[in-house]
């Protein structure tokens, strides 16, 4: 019994879990120690389990604080809808398209009158003006005017309630302006007092024209010789079959349906570059059935492929008058 006890009892591995060289290898050689082996090492890989779920949590928490706070302060920030319309200003409410729209449909009205249909004018006016207001509001019943054209010029707003709204119009073939009061709440609209008759807009006077740059006159002379005189006909008439051999893969050009026909080139400007060219041309048309001509100019776009151009685009031109 003491032997047995004794070799169970052999050399003990030291306190790191190695071998003794008794229970070394066959050839007598001590044993490599456990610690590369198993034992230490696994403890040390808990280790580093717990130390990366510590880590992850540590992540996990932060990323957490920084999406509670983040909701925190948008919702401490955000200002209410009546903080934002108070920043904005009461005239933000102005409802300003029922507005125009109100002021348009009343300057039908009361730019037209004739003593024969004053009555017809009055009736028409009661939807529009205040209760008392007066029956042709400010016209003395004799007369007339007659409305031609009328297009909102713009709007100042006074208030959440008060607005100006200028229409520009032409009556007995003058040019005007016409400022019309305009209240609203509650989703109503009335005009609340008589609009004033206001010169137009004057005439602005552009900077002088810049000299153009120099053309190509090589490629000028192919599209005033060649080109434009068999494309323009085929635009003018919105001739396809025609248009197809000029018009760019993948655009489409529809032309003028026949309103106008071809007459003449009255100028072209083919700048210098390279095989995508935008030229400028004024063409000379003539109505169809009429001996009027009328000189339109154009902006057009043509991209030189296999030899030969093909029109992309074709706009109007802001070009100023009188400009080469």
Known sequence: ????????????????????????????????????????????????VWFGRAILWAVLIVVAFNGVRAIFLRTTQTPSPAATAQQRGPASSFPVSLAEAFALQFGQIYLNF?????????????AFIPPGAGQQFGWNGAGHMQLQSEEVAGI?????????????????DQLMDLSVPVYAASGGVVVTAEPALLPPPPAASPPAAQPAGSSDLATQNEFSGTILPSFLPAYAASDTATLSRYVAKGFSITGLSGVVSYDSIQSLTVPQGGSKRDITVTVRWKLQNQPATLDV????????????????????SAQQAGQP
Request: cysteine-free; charged content about 20%.
């Open 1 to 48: 019994m003491a032997r047995r006890s004794t070799v169970e009892r052999g050399p003990q591995p030291d306190v790191h879990g190695g071998r003794s060289t008794a229970a070394g290898a066959p050839d007598g050689t001590a044993a490599a120690p456990r610690s590369s082996m198993g034992g230490w090492r696994g403890a040390g890989g808990r280790w580093g």
């Open 114 to 126: 004739d003593p024969a249909h004053a009555d017809q004018r009055a009736r028409q006016l009661a």
């Open 156 to 172: 100042t707003v006074q208030s959440e309630h008060k607005a100006l709204v200028s229409l520009l119009v032409r009556v007995n």
């Open 297 to 316: 100019t154009y902006e057009m776009t043509w991209i030189y492929q296999s030899g030969t151009w093909s029109v992309e685009t074709i706009t109007g």
